[in-house]
Structure formats: structure tokens, C-alpha cells
């Protein structure tokens, strides 16, 4: 049974960075896609950060120049690695991933199967 397993959220100030991980259990990363998810209270689940099949990058424009999505498949687990954080980068974080190699995926979620419980990030000004 595939776990996805968040951790390193908390608090940071505007300005501040923290760094997520997710560590898959049950679950081999290489050649499938993994992702970023974030939801902000009131508001609809949002991409934010891609690491495809083929080891490319894709981010939310909100987030570019900022976040960083990077893998270990070594590990199977994938990483968030959040600079100059702003107050609106407040919520829910969730680790999101791809049962099947080679599958074609992006920041909408229709191609994700696995989901892990979510990491709460809070950014104070």
C-alpha cells in the first residue's frame, strides 16, 4: 500500500524559507510524477510545484523564483524547498503522486492517485 508522508511544515515569517518533504512509502519515484499541492482556507486545491517522468520542472506562476521541487528517487522522496515566503503562501500543503511510469501529468490533478495527508505552512507578516 502506497503512503505518502509529509513533513517539515510550521510557522515562518514573510521573507523566511522552510523546506517539506515527502517520503513515499510502498512506492518507487523513478519515471513518475510527483507534485506540490497547496489549499488556502475558503479557497479551491492549487498546484504549485511539478517534478515530472522525465525529471522536468513545472511551477505555479505564484510560486516561480521561489519554491524549488526537487527528488531523491534513491529515497523515494520528494522535496519543497520555500524561499521568501509571503503570507498569501499560507496553507495546507499536500504531496501528491502518479501510480503509473511515464504518465503524462501538469498542475491540474486529474492525473494523481496517490495523495498524501497534508503539512500546514502559516507565514506571518
Known amino acids: 500500500q502506497v503512503q505518502l508522508v509529509e513533513s517539515g511544515g510550521g510557522s515562518a515569517q514573510a521573507g523566511g524559507s522552510l523546506r517539506l518533504s515527502c517520503a513515499a512509502a510502498?512506492?518507487?519515484?523513478?519515471?513518475?510524477?510527483m507534485a506540490w499541492f497547496r489549499q488556502a482556507p475558503g479557497k479551491e486545491r492549487e498546484g504549485v510545484a511539478l517534478s515530472s517522468s522525465d525529471g522536468s520542472t513545472t511551477y505555479a506562476d505564484s510560486v516561480k523564483g521561489r519554491f524549488t521541487i526537487s527528488r531523491d528517487n534513491a529515497k523515494n522522496t520528494l522535496y519543497l524547498q520555500m524561499n521568501s515566503l509571503k503570507p498569501e503562501d499560507t496553507a495546507i500543503y499536500y504531496c501528491a503522486a502518479s501510480k503509473f511510469r511515464w504518465a503524462l501529468c501538469g498542475l491540474k490533478s486529474q492525473w494523481i492517485d496517490y495523495w498524501g495527508q497534508g503539512t500546514q505552512v502559516t507565514v506571518s507578516s
Open positions: 510502498g512506492y518507487t519515484s523513478s519515471n513518475r510524477c
